[in-house]
């Protein structure tokens, strides 16, 4: 069975404060495929990165930054100097390749609240 | 600008009714999918479609049903048989079937009960 784990429901910051956000995963997939989204106010999943079993490099895209690491089944994500813009829920899926279809399995969300 | 349409954004269904969501896309892409979002919980799977003329049932779906009768358009709906209808509705799309494809929202449609 696969799994994702968002312990954090709320988080509270002040602007310009550095933020991480746990995500813990289960499967028995050799090769699977994580993935964050966004879901700002306005109720659209926004898409923000993909990453595969394979590839454990750590990715920066600007004040966000992504830490895999295979040996605890992590996957979190850290906003650097966050701003109120980053107000929103944030979501950690997986998906593996023997469910035959793109099924994403998703966490169960962190409210990141950011306070000017 | 390609993307995922979703109407309306508001829909309020009187006891015994059934309504339909629609859901448009034109990123040409083969698979959508339906998701049901609930306070406090992930998204869960309703429906997916993987190629027009065929759907699957995901793992919630008692209550709802789907067609896909042309490529760009997966209409959701929720029947008088769901008894708690009361939630966020998300349309997805990829562009193929794989785990690792991207999958691209909408807007959704927040369905509540009159």
């Known amino acids: 069975a696969q799994k994702v784990t968002q312990a954090q429901t709320e988080i509270s910051v002040v602007e310009k404060e550095d933020v991480t956000l746990d995500c813990v995963y289960e499967?028995?997939?050799?090769?699977?495929?994580l993935f964050w989204y966004k879901q700002p106010p306005s109720g659209e999943l926004v898409f923000l990165i993909r990453?595969?079993?394979?590839?454990?490099q750590n990715e920066i895209s600007g004040r966000y930054s992504w830490n895999f690491q295979k040996s605890t089944s992590s996957f979190n994500f850290t906003i650097t100097a966050s701003q109120v813009v980053d107000s929103a829920v944030y979501f950690c899926a997986l998906s593996g390749r023997n469910t035959g279809f793109q099924k994403l399995v998703f966490g169960t969300g962190t409210r990141l609240l950011v306070s000017p | 600008d390609g993307g995922i349409t979703q109407s309306p954004k508001y829909l309020f269904r009187k006891e015994g009714q059934n309504v339909t969501l629609s859901c448009e896309q034109n990123l040409n892409h083969d698979a959508m999918y339906w998701y049901r979002q609930d306070p406090g919980q992930g998204l869960r799977l309703i429906y997916y479609s993987q190629i027009v003329n065929d759907f699957q049932k995901g793992d919630i779906a008692e209550g709802y049903s789907v067609s896909r009768e042309k490529k760009e358009s997966f209409p959701l709906t929720v029947t008088s048989a769901q008894k708690n209808p009361t939630a966020f509705y998300l349309c997805?799309?990829?562009?193929?079937?794989?785990?690792?494809?991207?999958?691209?929202f909408g807007a959704g449609t927040r369905l509540s009960v009159l």
């Open positions: 997805a799309s990829t562009e193929g079937s794989g785990p690792k494809n991207i999958q691209y």
């Open positions: 499967t028995r997939d050799t090769t699977y495929y």
């Open positions: 990453r595969n079993s394979f590839d454990e």
